[in-house]
């Protein structure tokens, strides 16, 4: 089975700051998937970052990088130069290659101020 | 746009009164699943469908069911919602391969 913990209920952070939202993950299946995603209060999940457990280099998407460390068993999300409308829920999840299902950790609630 | 689309986005229905909330694809995508997520938590898999083939979650209570009657769409069908059922729920598809996972935007539920 996999599991996705993410420890850090709820973070601010000032605008035009980056930020780091921690996520450990453990499963036995040599080959997964990692995601982010971002819900904001209207409810819809978007899906933000992906790192795959072979990818040699750590995935990044314009204002997110997903600080991939094997070894660990985590994949942090950094979002870089906030803004106010980053803040939203985040949920790191995974999927792995016996088990497509997305798991989802608790999520972390991001508020920026400006 | 090739998307998810859920309707309807919010839905208010009575204690007790069966409700239906769909489901559809443009995707193509072979699995479609149904998450149920509650205020400030994670959301929650209830079943999901493998092109024909119905997987439920061991935990999902008997009272949510579901069909998909063809690969666009996926119906969920609470026979008869309790107070506790009020959360948001989620439709979400992917290929097998579960790289890309495309959610709907949700549909609302409150039950009065």
């Known amino acids: 089975a996999q599991k996705i913990t993410q420890t850090q209920p709820g973070m601010f952070v000032q605008e035009k700051e980056a930020v780091t939202l921690d996520c450990t993950y453990d499963t036995s299946d040599p080959s997964y998937g990692l995601f982010w995603y971002k819900q904001p209060s209207s409810g819809e999940m978007i899906f933000l970052i992906y790192?795959?457990?072979?990818?040699?280099q750590n995935a990044t998407e314009g204002r997110y990088s997903l600080n991939f460390q094997k070894a660990r068993k985590s994949a942090n999300l950094v979002i870089s130069a906030s803004q106010l409308g980053d803040s939203a829920m985040y949920f790191c999840a995974m999927t792995s290659s016996n088990d497509y299902k997305l798991s989802f950790g608790a999520g972390t609630t991001v508020t920026v101020r400006a | 746009d090739a998307m998810v689309i859920q309707n309807p986005r919010y839905q208010v229905t009575q204690f007790g009164k069966p409700v239906t909330l769909s489901c559809s694809q443009t995707l193509n995508h072979n699995v479609m699943y149904w998450y149920q997520q509650k205020s400030s938590q994670a959301p929650k898999l209830l079943f999901h469908?493998?092109?024909?083939?119905?997987?439920n979650e061991a935990d999902t209570p008997d009272n949510f069911q579901s069909r998909r009657p063809n690969t666009s769409f996926c119906f969920l069908d609470i026979r008869s919602p309790g107070l506790g059922d009020a959360a948001m729920y989620l439709c979400a598809t992917s290929r097998e391969e579960a790289d890309g996972y495309t959610f709907g935007s949700g549909t609302r539920l409150t039950v009065v």
């Open positions: 469908y493998y092109d024909k083939d119905f997987n």
């Open positions: 790192q795959g457990s072979y990818d040699q």
